[in-house]
């Protein structure tokens, strides 16, 4: 069974520029979160898909952040205009519903110089 | 709002020793209680997990001791290897919600 793909694996932008992260969960898994993981941290939600549904974007800062996942599958998330503050490891994960294993990807690591 | 506190930060034990990680939380409706691994450069990784109908779980060497009165969970490893060496993450979530993770432990362990 493949695993959460996510891409790219690392980005560096200047400040101000537009980026997007796209993710692939695992077949079957019906729910799709992004999380973002500061430096010795531990990761924090930013949304959670239900299907195509956005049913938890309560930490999303919606003034320049953005998701979608077209069809309940795969989901991309933007950053327009990227602040240095974004630098992080955005990780997507899916689970096959609520309370279940969630199957994190490997990330994608933004710097923002 | 930290939901899920974990100690220790950072953690040294020798080859063959017990590793002991605890986290703590307040919001008594958390009812899946899952352990996490992760190595630089890679996701997090389920480890372990417990549900508070028990108040224990033991697969391999990693053992869950759950304590519902005192809203607290803790993580032992058993004999730890060098290979054990990783940071970890406890978490907790209720239903319908999503995970709420701890600022993680970062595990050495010495030859």
């Known amino acids: 069974e493949a695993g959460v793909v996510q891409s790219p694996r690392y980005k560096i932008i200047e400040k101000k520029q537009p980026v997007a992260f796209w993710c692939n969960p695992i077949?079957?898994?019906?729910?799709l979160y992004w999380y973002r993981q500061n430096l010795g941290q531990g990761p924090e939600l930013l949304i959670r898909?239900?299907?195509?549904?956005?049913?938890?974007d309560s930490q999303l800062p919606k003034d320049r952040f953005s998701a979608e996942r077209l069809k309940g599958v795969d989901s991309t998330l933007k950053i327009q205009p990227a602040e240095l503050g974004d630098s992080a490891v955005y990780l997507c994960a899916s689970s096959r519903g609520e309370n279940t294993e969630a199957f994190f990807g490997q990330g994608t690591r933004l710097t923002v110089v | 709002q930290q939901q899920v506190k974990q100690s220790p930060q950072s953690l040294i034990v020798q080859k063959g020793g017990i590793s002991i990680i605890n986290c703590a939380y307040e919001n008594t409706a958390f009812d899946y209680f899952p352990w996490y691994q992760q190595f630089p450069g890679k996701g997090p990784a389920l480890l372990i997990a417990?549900?508070?109908?028990?108040s224990e779980k033991k697969e391999g060497r990693f053992t869950i001791s759950f304590n519902k009165s005192a809203k607290q969970f803790s993580l032992h490893i058993m004999d730890s290897q060098p290979g054990d060496s990783a940071t970890y993450f406890c978490a907790a979530s209720d239903s319908g919600y999503a995970l709420n993770f701890g600022k993680g432990t970062s595990l050495l362990v010495t030859p």
């Open positions: 417990i549900r508070p109908d028990v």
């Open positions: 077949s079957g898994h019906n729910t």
């Open positions: 898909y239900e299907n195509e549904e956005a049913v938890d």
